[in-house]
């Protein structure tokens, strides 16, 4: 295999984007990523959606995409995994240059969430799970957090408390991040007085629904010699799945897909857990980020509970974990997510993250998840 760098990042800020079409969102996002890079030509674009067709009614959006940005004929390929599309999208553009097939790709991530009602985004996100055995009898995916939160607190005697010093922690983080869909900080009492969404999970326990895309230039590392910036390269690749509907998993608490696509993507990069400085994790609710978090190996299990109040996974803590604000301050457009996280480690490697730079960080990590974890992407980046 080639070695594979990121060499042009495009990201916009997330949010309720309704004066901007879908096509718009994805010739933003991918101009500022080929402009970025100072690349001369994309041999091959790759998409990552998970429900463009059930929110904006436009399927065929890879080719919409390289229509617009002026760049057919060159091939373009839209990838799904659910909310884990973007880090999909990520692993297939790695194998398209590490496989020698294209020089320079386009990965794009892209979704808009906000062009349809409140309760149609709901039912789409819950397409992610078991259509016949789960969301035909009314299962959401607040609801589905909510049953494994649940576990947890049982099994590891957490409180709300635990839970929403994961959402306090994160909007500190996006408070310093000018692309936040959300820029103010929040404590503790506030997500406890949110509104209830599906026990024990409050509003600030939720990721919100967003409009938004974020790209990433990759090359080989021949071609990458010639890049604008510091090229950053993807040093480990790690895809997993589990079993979608939860009504089959042994035990609620394991994320077992993640694990799998981190022990993955660990062996192939040739590190370990205390290795990563900094990592952008899948919190889509409070409770996914302390499940990851477990892992992902960056704290033994039971103890995913106690590393946002403890302030380890806090900037400045032993390991910071989502400094972008992470799918809850930054937005979760669910197809663009796992290409944002990618754009945030790459600003945080090149050290041009600003207030919310980890000093000195060289290796970091991004892990996306699809629908409960029923398929998780873990990526490593190395400057
Ligand atoms: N965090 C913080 N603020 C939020 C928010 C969130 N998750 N969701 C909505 N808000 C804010 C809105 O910005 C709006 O503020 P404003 O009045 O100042 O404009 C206000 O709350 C009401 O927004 P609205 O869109 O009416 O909220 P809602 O009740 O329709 O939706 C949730 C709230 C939590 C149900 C919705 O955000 C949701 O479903 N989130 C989960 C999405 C999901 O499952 N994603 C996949 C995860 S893996």
Redo the contacts with the bound molecule.
Sequence with gaps: MRDVAVVGIGVMRFG?LWETPLRDLCVNASLQAVEDAGVDRVDSIVVGSMACGLFTEQEHVAALAADYLGLGPVPATRVEAA?ASGGAALRAGFAEVASGLSDVVLVLGVEKMTDVS?DA??AG?ATAAEQEYETFYGA???GM?AMIARAYMERYHAAPEHLAAV?VKNHAHGALNPLA??QNTITVDDVLQ??L?ADPLH???????SDGAAAVVLCSAETARRARKRPIRITGVGFATDTISLYRRPDLTRMAAVERAAKAAYAMARRAPGDIQVAEV?D??TI?EICSIEELGFVPRGQGKDAAPSGLTALGGRIPVNPGGG??ARG?P?GATGVAQACEIVTQLRGEAGKRQVPGARIGLTQN?G?SAGSASVHIFEA
């Design positions: 309720e909310c409140g985004t709901t996100l959401t995916f607040p957090s959402a869909q959300f949110s509104v969404v509003m600030l326990d939720c990721s919100p629904v899948h889509g609710f996914m799918l809850k979760h669910v998840m629908g």
